[in-house]
């Protein structure tokens, strides 16, 4: 266990670094010697746990889903209602951007990075947008399930609204380094869903 845990430093030096640079730089701009040299591994090292550029990229985007889901479910999960819970993703998003001094989605820089659709990177993106997509679905079929006044929610219809909402705001936040497109999605949230 113990040659396992020091193993996996290196390794975990190299992902905290990429978490870093590619969120602060962008994935194109960020050379791997830049990464080796601030991880503090040698290139042999490096290599030993990552092929390619490509395949940090997809350690890191893995790495910043579990990080990212947990802000939102931790910052969501401060809320009793549903109801608050699912205004709660605003309250997020707001936070977050003005922490991040705008520098958005993660997921969405890198995608705009890379064109091609087909690519494991991209493929990376839209499994985390499938997984916050799901996420608003499991609170959305909790409202419809917690008092008569939602029945009539067509669960489906109004996830994918909502969602297209969320990004739109995260997109839209960070073009203008302003929270108001966050809370004008909030606002039609609230009566999309009559919450």
Same mark, same amino acid.
């Given at each position: 266990?113990?040659?396992?845990?020091?193993?996996?430093?290196?390794?975990?030096?190299?992902? @905290? !670094?990429?978490?870093?640079?590619?969120?602060?730089?962008?994935?194109?701009? !960020?050379?791997?010697?830049?990464?080796?040299?601030?991880?503090?591994?040698?290139?042999?090292?490096?290599?030993?746990?990552? +092929? +390619?550029?490509?395949?940090?990229? *997809?350690?890191?985007?893995?790495?910043?889903?579990?990080?990212?889901?947990?802000?939102?479910?931790?910052?969501?999960?401060?809320?009793? +209602?549903?109801? @608050?819970?699912?205004?709660?993703?605003?309250?997020?998003?707001?936070?977050?951007?003005?922490?991040?001094?705008?520098?958005?989605?993660?997921?969405?820089?890198?995608? +705009?990075?890379?064109?091609? *659709?087909?690519?494991?990177?991209? =493929?990376?993106?839209?499994?985390?947008?499938?997984?916050?997509?799901?996420? *608003?679905?499991?609170?959305?079929?909790?409202?419809? @399930?917690?008092?008569?006044?939602?029945?009539?929610?067509?669960?489906?219809?109004? %996830? @994918?609204?909502?969602? %297209?909402?969320?990004?739109?705001?995260? %997109?839209?936040?960070?073009?203008?380094?302003?929270?108001?497109?966050?809370? =004008?999605?909030?606002?039609?949230?609230?009566?999309? *869903?009559?919450?």
């Amino acid at each position: 266990v113990m040659l396992r845990e020091v193993e996996s430093q290196p390794r975990d030096r190299i992902i @905290d !670094t990429a978490l870093r640079l590619f969120y602060e730089q962008g994935y194109l701009a !960020t050379g791997i010697n830049q990464i080796i040299a601030e991880s503090q591994v040698a290139k042999a090292t490096f290599y030993s746990h990552f +092929s +390619s550029k490509e395949n940090l990229c *997809l350690a890191y985007l893995q790495a910043r889903h579990v990080v990212w889901m947990k802000w939102l479910e931790d910052s969501v999960d401060r809320h009793k +209602s549903i109801e @608050d819970r699912i205004i709660g993703v605003f309250g997020f998003l707001k936070e977050w951007m003005v922490k991040c001094n705008f520098r958005g989605c993660a997921f969405l820089n890198i995608a +705009s990075e890379i064109p091609s *659709l087909n690519s494991k990177i991209r =493929a990376e993106v839209v499994k985390h947008k499938d997984d916050l997509k799901l996420y *608003l679905k499991q609170m959305i079929s909790q409202l419809k @399930d917690s008092d008569k006044r939602y029945k009539n929610i067509d669960i489906n219809k109004e %996830v @994918d609204m909502v969602y %297209v909402l969320v990004e739109g705001a995260i %997109v839209a936040s960070q073009n203008y380094g302003q929270v108001w497109p966050i809370q =004008a999605a909030e606002d039609v949230v609230r009566k999309l *869903l009559n919450i």
